[in-house]
């Protein structure tokens, strides 16, 4: 039952409640939307006349038109209060020919699952992960051996962007052909399904080579690029977030992923560095590449 400003008055003198007392009882949510009940019709005509606008052009349009100004969160509640949804179509993203091709193989795309690991140079993943430091944000791409854990390449850049992908799979590249002295196509090159990693550009490269997609909807099911991830924002977490520039970030990156490389002892391949692993293994081992 609605209650006019008479009503009230009456109420309160009868049962000596205070005004504000009243008003503390009633419904916060029957309050906010008493509160602008008398727009209520503005915004159903904006909707009718105009069915694609979101709800930012609604609240230019209620102020152009009828001069009605309304926060957009306040908006967003009243619409859905009033049961006003909007008709905008979300429009989906259609899929490649490489994707619709995932899609179809599923589970079967994963090929570095079903690969018993035993050495260097069988299979690299690669993964892309946010640093935040003092200027914003920027992305960390890596290309590592999956059984080595030497970091192959790498790129940085401020957005995630196939050539942030495709920056440190041609670093990735030029190093193991300069270990090996040339490019083996029997590695597996393994990595989730995103955009980047099943653009053309990306595959193209890696045509020549065995391509390995994460299982649908497991896009973080790479333990290796998860653990060093992990370890690199966990150590020198603090030591990121001071850093002022970019070029400053790029200059530390380089240093941690040296320093990860060459001097960090790992407990699977018998507590010493991904490079003295990988030399021991090119030495006793180069007849794998012929």
């Given at each position: ?9 009456r ?56 001069q009605?100004k ?20 979300v ?15 599923s ?173 021991s ?10």
């Amino acid at each position: 039952m609605k209650t006019g400003q008479f009503g009230v008055n009456r109420i309160c003198a009868l049962t000596g409640m205070s005004k504000a007392t009243y008003y503390n009882c009633q419904n916060p949510v029957d309050r906010f939307e008493k509160k602008y009940l008398n727009i209520k019709s503005f915004v159903t005509s904006v909707i009718n006349h105009h069915s694609a606008y979101g709800v930012k052009r609604i609240q230019a349009e209620l102020w152009d038109t009828h001069q009605i100004k309304v926060g957009r969160d306040t908006l967003g509640k009243l619409l859905k209060l009033w049961g006003l949804s909007l008709k905008r179509k979300v429009a989906h993203k259609r899929l490649n020919l490489i994707q619709k091709i995932l899609q179809s193989l599923s589970t079967r795309a994963n090929l570095l699952i079903r690969t018993h690991l035993t050495h260097s140079f069988q299979a690299i993943t690669s993964d892309m992960t946010e640093l935040t430091f003092r200027s914003g944000k920027a992305y960390l791409c890596v290309h590592k051996d999956a059984f080595g854990q030497m970091v192959y390449g790498w790129s940085l850049g401020f957005t995630m962007e196939t050539d942030l992908v495709l920056q440190s799979l041609t670093m990735t590249r030029i190093t193991i052909n300069r270990l090996v002295g040339k490019l083996t196509n029997k590695i597996i090159y393994h990595q989730d399904r995103g955009s980047q990693y099943t653009s053309y550009q990306y595959v193209q490269v890696l045509a020549s080579g065995v391509i390995s997609y994460s299982d649908p909807g497991t896009p973080t099911h790479n333990p290796g690029q998860e653990s060093l991830f992990g370890r690199f924002k966990d150590e020198w977490k603090e030591e990121i977030a001071e850093i002022e520039t970019f070029e400053e970030l790029e200059m530390f990156v380089k240093r941690k992923i040296s320093y990860y490389n060459y001097e960090r002892r790992h407990t699977s391949i018998g507590l010493v560095s991904p490079w003295k692993y990988t030399k021991s293994f090119l030495k006793n081992r180069w007849k794998w590449f012929t």
